[in-house]
C-alpha cells in the first residue's frame, strides 16, 4: 500500500499505506465540518453558503479515507437563488443521528434555522423544514436528551442580530419541527472566548458539553464548556489552539467515539485561498475534560499532530479521496462540482455528444459587471496545495460573442478562455479580474478547434495558465503568475465555463471531453 501511495496521482492523499495519516485529512474546503459514527459507517457535512448542490455528504470508514456521496440541498428553495449569493445560504450545519434518521440542522443568517432528515444519507433528504424565523441565528446543533427531552442550541451572527460572543439553549420538539421557547444563553464568551459560535452539543458521564470555536476564524482556538445540568451553569476550558505548531486557528468541527475506546476530533483550518481545510485530531479524556492533540510546548494545552497512527476501526479502509476529475461519462454530473446559483437546466447537456458535457453560451445576469456575478460557472473546490488541472474543449460550434474556458474563481478571479471573433476566427484570451472589473491580460489566433486548456497551482496558490493546440506541447501565457483568493467564506474554486457577449439571447456551445486533475510531477508521492 505505501507504494501505491507514492504512485498515485491524486494531489493529495491523507493515508501513508503505513497506518498513519497526515494531515490534513482534507485538503479542501470543508468549512465548519460535523462528523458523526453510525455503526462501522462515519459521515460528515459541511458549509456550502450559496454554492448548489449544498449540503455535502461525505463518508469514511476510518475518519481519514472520506468519498463525496451526496448533496442534502440539490436546490435552494428561496428567492434570489436565480444569481449567485456570496456568502449567503447554508451555515455551519450539524449533523447526527436520531431515532432511526439522520438530521442536518444549519442556520441561515438572513432567514432562520432550516432541518432536513433522511433515512439514508447517500439517498433522497426530505425538503428544508424552517423551524425557527429569523435573522442572525446561526450554527444550531440539535441535542436528545435520554428523558426525551429535546434542545437546540446556536450562536448569532452580529451582522444580522447584533449579538455576539453568547450561546443560547432552547427547548425543541423532539420531532425537530420547532422551537418550545425563547430559550436563555448559556454562555457569554465576551471575556475569556470572544467570537465564541459553532457550537455541539455531546453528553458522556453524566455531564453536558458544548464544543465551541472562540478567538475567530484564522486565529481563534477551540473551547470546551462542561455541565451537570443541561441548562448550566457551564464551566470552560481551552482544550486546543495553535501553539508552536504551523496550524493557525484548529477549531469548530465534530466529535466522536469509536468501539474501540478512541476518541476523535476533526475542525478546521483556515488557510486562506485554499479554503478551510480539514484536521483530526486523536482525543483523549482526562478528569472528564477532553484533551485534544498532543502539548507540544508543556503548556497545557493541546495543540494539532501532523503525523499520526490512523484510528482503530474494525477492518481496513482503501485508499480514497473525493473525486476531481471527470471524464463526464454519467448521466448526472459528478458530485463535485458546483455552479454558483441553483442549476438551469438551459446551461449544460450530458451525453449530446458521448463522454461529454456541452455547456452553453448564455449571457451575464443584467447588471453584472464582471465574471464574478455569473451564476452558470461549473466549479470545484481546490484539492491540495499543488496540482494540475487541464480541460479539453472543443470550440467549433461557439459563436461570434462566445467564450468558453477555464477560470480560477475568487474575490480576484483569472481565466482562459476560447472566444469566437468577429472574423469568425477562433483566439485564446487570458483575462483577470475581480468583483467590479475584468481585463484581457494577453490573447493571441488559434489555429485548431480542439484546445487544451491548463492552470497548474503551486504553493501559496500560485497559478499559471497554459495552453496546448496537441494536447502534448504546452505553451504558458505571456502573463505573470496570478495568485488566486478566496470569496466570501469559501476558498478559491476551479472549473469550466461558457459565456455569451453578444446581443443575442442564447449563443452557440462547447464540448469539454474531459476534466482531470493530477499531483505535478515534481510533488507526486510527497
Not at 67 to 95: C, F
Not at 373 to 398: H, N
Request: charged fraction near 20%; aromatic fraction near 12%; hydrophobic fraction near 35%.
Amino acid at each position: 500500500m505505501i507504494e501505491n501511495v507514492k504512485q498515485t496521482r491524486e494531489p493529495w492523499v491523507s493515508d501513508q499505506g503505513d497506518g498513519t495519516y497526515r494531515n490534513p485529512v482534507l485538503h479542501a474546503d470543508y468549512s465548519d465540518p460535523d462528523v458523526i459514527r453510525v455503526g462501522d459507517d462515519f459521515y460528515m457535512t459541511a458549509s456550502s453558503f450559496g454554492h448548489l448542490p449544498g449540503l455535502p455528504i461525505l463518508h469514511s470508514k476510518d475518519l481519514v479515507n472520506w468519498t463525496l456521496v451526496n448533496h442534502a440541498i440539490k436546490e435552494m428553495p428561496l428567492p434570489g437563488y436565480d444569481r449567485p449569493q456570496h456568502g449567503n445560504g447554508v451555515w455551519a450545519p450539524s449533523l447526527r443521528y436520531h431515532d432511526g434518521k439522520y438530521w442536518i440542522f444549519y442556520g441561515d443568517p438572513d432567514v432562520g434555522i432550516f432541518m432536513s432528515t433522511a433515512v439514508d444519507p447517500s439517498g433522497e433528504w426530505a425538503p428544508l423544514h424552517l423551524l425557527q424565523e429569523g435573522k442572525g441565528l446561526i450554527d444550531p446543533c440539535p441535542f436528545w436528551d435520554e428523558d426525551g427531552k429535546a434542545y437546540l442550541v446556536h450562536a448569532f451572527a452580529h451582522s444580522r442580530s447584533g449579538i455576539k460572543h453568547k450561546l443560547r439553549l432552547c427547548g425543541m420538539a423532539p420531532d425537530g419541527s420547532k422551537l418550545l421557547d425563547e430559550g436563555q444563553i448559556v454562555f457569554d464568551g465576551t471575556e475569556g472566548h470572544p467570537t465564541m459560535e459553532g457550537p455541539k452539543m455531546y453528553k458522556r458521564n453524566g455531564y453536558y458539553y458544548i464544543f465551541a470555536p472562540a478567538g475567530g476564524v484564522k486565529p481563534g482556538w477551540q473551547t470546551v464548556l462542561r455541565s451537570a445540568a443541561v441548562n448550566g451553569p457551564y464551566e470552560d476550558r481551552i482544550v486546543l489552539h495553535q501553539g508552536d505548531s504551523a496550524v493557525n486557528g484548529p477549531h469548530q468541527g465534530g466529535f466522536v467515539e469509536l468501539d474501540s475506546g478512541e476518541s476523535w476530533f476533526m475542525h478546521f483550518q483556515d488557510k486562506g485561498a485554499y479554503g478551510r481545510i480539514i484536521h483530526l485530531q486523536p482525543v483523549v479524556w482526562q478528569d472528564d475534560w477532553p484533551f485534544m492533540g498532543v502539548d507540544a510546548n508543556g503548556d497545557g494545552i493541546g495543540e494539532p499532530v501532523m503525523h499520526y497512527p490512523k484510528p482503530k476501526v474494525r477492518g481496513s479502509s482503501p485508499i480514497a479521496v473525493p473525486f476531481a476529475s471527470d471524464e463526464f461519462g454519467g448521466s448526472t454530473l459528478g458530485k463535485q462540482w458546483q455552479w454558483q446559483a441553483n442549476p438551469d437546466p438551459r446551461w449544460y447537456e450530458l451525453g449530446a455528444l458521448e463522454s461529454h458535457i456541452r455547456l452553453h453560451a448564455l449571457p451575464k445576469p443584467s447588471g453584472s459587471s464582471s465574471l464574478f456575478e455569473v451564476p452558470q460557472l461549473l466549479l470545484q473546490k481546490f484539492p491540495a496545495e499543488q496540482f494540475d488541472m487541464t480541460a479539453k474543449l472543443s470550440c467549433s460550434e461557439l459563436k461570434k460573442g462566445d467564450a468558453a474556458g477555464l477560470v480560477v474563481f475568487g474575490f480576484a478571479f483569472a481565466y482562459l478562455s476560447v472566444c469566437r471573433e468577429e472574423d469568425g476566427g477562433l483566439s485564446l484570451h487570458y483575462t483577470e479580474g475581480d468583483q467590479e472589473a475584468e481585463q484581457c491580460i494577453s490573447s493571441h489566433k488559434l489555429n485548431n478547434c480542439t484546445v487544451w486548456l491548463r492552470v497548474s497551482v503551486r504553493q501559496e496558490a500560485s497559478c499559471i495558465f497554459a495552453y496546448s493546440e496537441d494536447g502534448k506541447q504546452y505553451h504558458p501565457m505571456d502573463a505573470p503568475p496570478f495568485t488566486a483568493r478566496e470569496s466570501r467564506w469559501v476558498g478559491a474554486k476551479a472549473g469550466i465555463f461558457a459565456l455569451h457577449r453578444g446581443e443575442q439571447a442564447q449563443g452557440g456551445y462547447v464540448d469539454a471531453d474531459w476534466f482531470r486533475v493530477s499531483a505535478p510531477e515534481e510533488v507526486r508521492g510527497l
